[in-house]
């Protein structure tokens, strides 16, 4: 049986961003994701939880991880400096409860109803002529996103159809309603590819998205996919604090 755990920390947010903006990890008015991404792989290396979910100070920071309490703490304890480890509110405090972690159900049967809440960022991929990875654009622009007959669709149904597709094409679930909770265009930073293999370090480049949390329902249709989806995530940008599924029992029959 694959270990699979929900780990939690509170990060405090004064001290993480102090420590985001010495490492030069935080673009104007945009989020921690990539900061949030570069903390964690400094704390737990190869260990690093995905994909993982900051909702806010107050709730803190959720992730999933396939490494056990005892390899987490580990981890933490040889590689975040102390000042790291008390942003992230690693250790337990009057402001913090310190790294928590459970175990998570990964085995789901077919046919079993869900509810969720996930983060994503709607992007679809397009080829580029002249660029080896191509490039994505926001799935509400995107041509094609919408029927003739369909102009007038709101972003909220193109999103839903967008996660309907993430859920569906694995055959791991089907998605029986979502909601879109919020949104908003958020700058996020990421680092560019390099032009060439001696052509110097990444820089990073700072790229405005959508930023979309849905709630909703959905039945598993295969244990064995919707064990990999979990574990994956769902779109992209998930090692930036996009994509966690988190479920909960079924507020209603469907």
């Known amino acids: 049986m694959t270990t699979f755990n929900l ?33 964690l792989h400094r704390v737990f290396g190869a260990r690093v939880p995905k994909p993982f979910y ?13 490494s056990s ?27 913090s409860p310190g790294l928590g972690v459970r175990a998570f159900p ?8 869900l509810g969720f809440e996930v983060r994503v960022r709607p992007m679809r991929r397009f080829k580029v002529e002249d660029r080896k990875h191509g490039s994505e654009r926001d799935a509400f622009r995107e041509p094609g996103a919408r ?11 193109v999103y839903a159809r967008w996660l309907a597709e993430q859920f569906e094409t694995s055959g791991a679930a089907t998605l029986i309603d979502a909601r879109m909770t919020r949104f908003q ?12 293999p001696g052509g110097g370090g990444r820089e990073p480049r700072t790229i405005i998205g959508p930023d979309a949390i849905f709630s909703g329902h959905v039945r598993v249709e295969d244990t064995a996919a919707f064990a990999r989806l979990l574990m994956r995530g769902v779109g992209r940008h998930r090692a930036f604090g996009f994509g966690m599924l988190l479920l909960r029992p079924a507020s209603s029959a469907a």
């Open 7 to 39: 780990m939690h920390c509170q990060p405090d947010p004064r001290k993480f961003v102090l420590w985001a903006s010495r490492q030069g990890g935080l673009p104007a008015g945009g989020d921690l994701g990539y900061a949030l991404h570069a903390a």
């Open 54 to 66: 900051y909702r806010d100070a107050r709730a803190g920071l959720l992730a999933y991880t396939r």
């Open 69 to 95: 309490a005892d390899e987490l703490r580990e981890a933490a304890a040889l590689c975040a400096a102390p000042d790291l480890a008390d942003a992230l509110g690693l250790d337990a405090g009057p402001r």
């Open 106 to 113: 990964l085995q789901w049967d077919a046919g079993r109803v």
């Open 147 to 157: 029927r003739d007959d369909e102009k007038d669709l709101a972003r909220e149904d």
């Open 185 to 196: 265009l958020t700058p996020v930073m990421r680092l560019t590819q390099a032009a060439s």
